[in-house]
């Protein structure tokens, strides 16, 4: 299948500093791109639908300042946590649309806001 | 996008089929179900998916019900590393978002 890489895998950061999140798409284009984010034994939510070259749809309750997605190529999507705080220590993962059918996933990454 | 029921957790011993339900009875006839699962501290994996005929991979089966009110993942030789989250997911071609619910705790017993 398709792969999906993401970078960093994991990162530790000091509250009110900003981290950014590479998502790439490597051996195929992806006009969509998803972001979810993940707590400790709970389900992925959906945090916000990117689409290249145009603005990021966030879902309700996810604040578009605080969570910057840029999608400028086909193939890469990040996600900047902006003045980050311990409450945004969480699992980051994205995900690609690679046809109308298959979404295909990242490895994920940790971030622990200290 | 309709919703799913998963039980909550599943055991089963290594090398038996593992049968995992899914219900669905809201699920309108667009609808494909949808298979990941997700093994800890990893993205989900795409397992299978189908609309109304049963289907196969080199992975697993899935087997919906012919009213599609109900679904089942069939992963005939259960190993170890199949322990993870699995996910069902009822999703339209025309829904760009994958709803992610609970999802059922499959741990493969030795």
């Known amino acids: 299948g398709a792969v999906v890489s993401q970078h960093p895998s994991w990162v530790i950061c000091k509250s009110g500093t900003s981290v950014k999140i590479e998502c790439r798409s490597l051996?195929?284009?992806?006009?969509?791109m998803f972001w979810y984010r993940q707590f400790p034994k709970q389900s992925l939510m959906l945090m916000a639908t990117?689409?290249?070259?145009?603005?990021?749809?966030?879902e309700q309750g996810v604040e578009k300042d605080k969570f910057l997605i840029n999608h400028a190529s086909l193939t890469l999507s990040t996600l900047t946590v902006t003045s980050a705080h311990p409450e945004d220590s969480s699992f980051y993962i994205c995900?690609?649309?690679?046809?109308?059918?298959?979404?295909?996933f990242g490895p994920g990454t940790r971030l622990t806001v200290t | 996008d309709a919703k799913t029921t998963q039980p909550t957790s599943m055991d089963c011993a290594e090398g038996r089929a593992a049968n995992l339900p899914c219900n669905h009875s809201?699920?309108?006839?667009?609808?494909?179900v949808y298979w990941y699962r997700q093994i800890h501290s990893q993205g989900p994996q795409y397992i299978i998916h189908?609309?109304?005929n049963n289907e196969t991979n080199e992975m697993a089966s899935l087997i919906i019900t012919e009213d599609r009110k109900s679904s089942t993942l069939i992963l005939p030789h259960a190993t170890l590393r199949d322990t993870a989250v699995y996910y069902c997911?009822?999703?339209?071609?025309?829904?760009?978002?994958?709803?992610f619910g609970t999802g059922t705790r499959l741990t493969i017993i030795p």
């Open positions: 995900s690609a649309r690679g046809g109308p059918q298959e979404q295909y």
């Open positions: 051996d195929f284009q992806a006009t969509t």
């Open positions: 990117s689409n290249e070259g145009s603005k990021a749809t966030y």
């Open positions: 809201t699920i309108s006839g667009n609808e494909y």
């Open positions: 189908g609309l109304k």
């Open positions: 997911i009822v999703r339209a071609l025309s829904s760009e978002k994958l709803t």
